[in-house]
């Protein structure tokens, strides 16, 4: 298993602004993913973090909107820009362990923009 | 795509009794099933998954699942529930024949189970 840890818990931002969520992993992993929960709603993926190279995007979700970057094995940010109140979601980050085929999800961020 | 059905948004049960949450994917010759718990104000905790082999898994927390490939069904069972169950579970479906890889999951929409005492 891999235990993961998301900063910030949670954030309350004014709309307009953008904020930076940090995922970090106690072990390296082959894949870092991020995800959002609307209220109500199931998870949704928005990316893949991929190391060293640029994020692979889910259909509905672009580069300027939620830039990723990841760094290492261990690490991934995600910005969610110019936020509107329609971005309020948790965030989660989630990993994938190699041959696993199981992904573990950080606690994730609750984000609330008004 | 690959889709999933969790057929109850919420489920209301006695505590000490049987519980059943029901989920349904979308008819695919190869899947990975998966199922998470969420407690409130928390991340997703991995219960029980199918990869292979028996079709009956047994999880963490006492909890069971089915696969029924003709039915391309994955229910979640458990005898007899607890207070400490109460709290919100997903069912999730890696379709090896997307092309995706085996790893891109989807969610269905979430079953809250409440355990009343």
């Known amino acids: 298993s891999a235990v993961i840890s998301q900063k910030p818990s949670r954030d309350i931002c004014q709309r307009g602004t953008s904020l930076t969520i940090q995922c970090q992993v106690d072990?390296?992993?082959?894949?870092m993913f991020w995800y959002r929960q609307q209220p109500g709603q199931s998870l949704t993926l928005i990316a893949t973090?991929?190391?060293?190279?640029?994020?692979?995007?889910e259909s509905g979700f672009v580069i300027d909107k939620f830039p990723i970057s990841r760094p290492n094995l261990t690490f991934s940010t995600l910005t969610v820009s110019n936020m509107s109140p329609e971005d309020s979601s948790i965030y989660l980050c989630?990993?994938?362990?190699?041959?696993?085929?199981?992904?573990?999800f950080g606690p994730g961020t609750r984000l609330t923009v008004t | 795509a690959q889709s999933v059905t969790q057929l109850d948004s919420q489920v209301p049960v006695f505590e000490e009794a049987p519980v059943e949450l029901r989920c349904n994917y979308s008819s695919s010759v190869s899947v990975y099933l998966f199922w998470y718990v969420q407690y409130p104000n928390q991340g997703l905790q991995l219960l029980l998954k199918y990869l292979s082999g028996s079709t009956l898994v047994k999880g963490i927390n006492g909890f069971e699942a089915e696969f029924n490939k003709s039915q391309t069904s994955f229910h979640l069972r458990k005898p007899s529930v607890h207070i400490s169950d109460t709290a919100e579970y997903f069912c999730a479906v890696s379709d090896l024949d997307s092309g995706a890889g085996s790893y891109q999951l989807t969610f269905g929409k979430g079953t809250k189970l409440s355990v009343i005492p």
């Open positions: 072990s390296q992993v082959t894949m």
């Open positions: 989630s990993v994938l362990t190699s041959g696993m085929y199981e992904q573990y």
């Open positions: 973090a991929n190391q060293g190279s640029e994020a692979t995007y």
